[in-house]
């Protein structure tokens, strides 16, 4: 192990990232049978770790499996992994466990596999990415935070093979998200969201948005939206908790408005490191 490697959280153990190992016969790696999630921190604290872990709970639900831990549980794991106040990330993925052979139904009485571990977030382009519309192959259980995630890997593929960062995903001519993010459009300067449903996974970062765009006053309403909506917008922004809320100021070859991040962005965007700024200083205030 190297000095500088941080620790990671695997079945009750606290170990380097290096000697942290699974079994092949673990159905996370044979099947993408489990879930995940991803917690930003800031200043030593997780953001809306609450709602995460509510998340976790619905999506082991959806898979008919129990939780393995309660929130405090997770919450002193988390307090071990989190180092230093710099800005980072938690993921955590339980998997339904090791099975005794590869057989797809479910077998009865297996353990599940816990896994976490905090990494640095990466700095966020502050004047905007570009995109480009792809259809939506994935599957109709999309608000399942699943580590199943082949779709959506070829989906923002073809995005980086396309000069663009994000894959926006649209099935029978609605834009639904990206493909790691949830999406917001203004028309009018009114923003707009498509609703929770099975189509999208229902952000943490979207509902943040929607309740700072309320807190300052800017309309904002849930219903799906068209492509050509899409294409017309005034402002597109894409949320998610590591990558907070970019603007895409280029759709498809096209620039979006000026081409810059639009004004609502603006007011969002502070409104977004305000947030985060009084998480920091509530755990300074420690
Ligand atoms: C498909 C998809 N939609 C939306 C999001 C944004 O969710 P959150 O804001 O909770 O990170 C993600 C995050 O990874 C995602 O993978």
Known sequence: MSSTESLVYLNG???????????????????GDGVYEVIPVYGGHPLRLEEHLRRLKESLASIQMESPLTDAEWADIFDRLITGPADQSIY???????????DHAIP???????????????PIPLDGIKAVTVDDIRWDRCNIKAITLLANVLLRQEAVENGASEAIL????????????????????????????????????????LELAHEQGIP???????LA???SAEEIWLTSSTREILAVVELDGQPVSSGKPGPLWKILQSAYQDYKQKLRNVSADH
């Open 170 to 209: 649209v099935r029978d001519n609605q834009v639904l998200e990206g493909a790691a993010s949830n999406i917001f459009i203004v028309q009018d300067g009114t923003l707009i969201t498509p609703p929770k449903g099975s189509e999208i996974l229902p952000g943490i970062t979207r509902d943040l948005v």
């Open 220 to 226: 904002a309403i849930e219903r799906h939206f068209t």
């Open 92 to 102: 955590l993925q339980v998997t339904r466990g090791v099975a005794p052979k590869r």
């Open 13 to 31: 153990q606290f170990l380097p990232l290096s000697e942290a190992k699974i079994p092949v016969l673990d159905r996370g790696f044979l099947f």
């Open 108 to 122: 009865p009485g297996i353990k599940p596999t816990l896994f976490a571990m905090c990494t640095p977030i990466a």
């Open 229 to 231: 909506e899409l294409k």
